[in-house]
């Protein structure tokens, strides 16, 4: 049972990662700082990740690989919420997504 949740968490944190990807360039002047704050954002979650595989490789029902997806979303999750917040106050440099 604590693998169904582990895995379910891991889906959140991919979820909360690919959300800060894509709404990224919305709120950056041009493609360049889009990809470099995406290449930030990519470098550090990998190194988290890898020390959450190292951190959790004798705990018991935690796959190396979730580890290292849990800690490479828990990266994004505050980018995620902080771009979250943006949309909903309809901030952005780029208006490419139209809101009612």
Do not use: C
Not at 56 to 66: N, R, V
Not at 72 to 93: D, M, N
Request: glycine content about 12%; overall charge positive.
């Amino acid at each position: 049972m604590e693998m169904i949740g582990t895995f379910i968490w891991t889906l959140i944190m991919l979820g909360a990662a690919v959300y800060a990807q894509y709404r990224i360039p919305f709120h950056t002047a041009n493609a360049a700082q889009s990809w470099v704050t995406r290449l930030i954002l990519g470098v550090i979650g990998v190194g988290i990740g890898i020390i959450s595989v190292d951190r959790y490789q004798e705990a018991e029902g935690i796959f190396p690989l979730l580890a290292f997806l849990n800690g490479f979303g828990a990266v994004h999750v505050p980018a995620a919420f902080i771009l979250f917040i943006k949309r909903q106050r309809g901030e952005g440099l780029r208006k490419k997504d139209s809101q009612p």
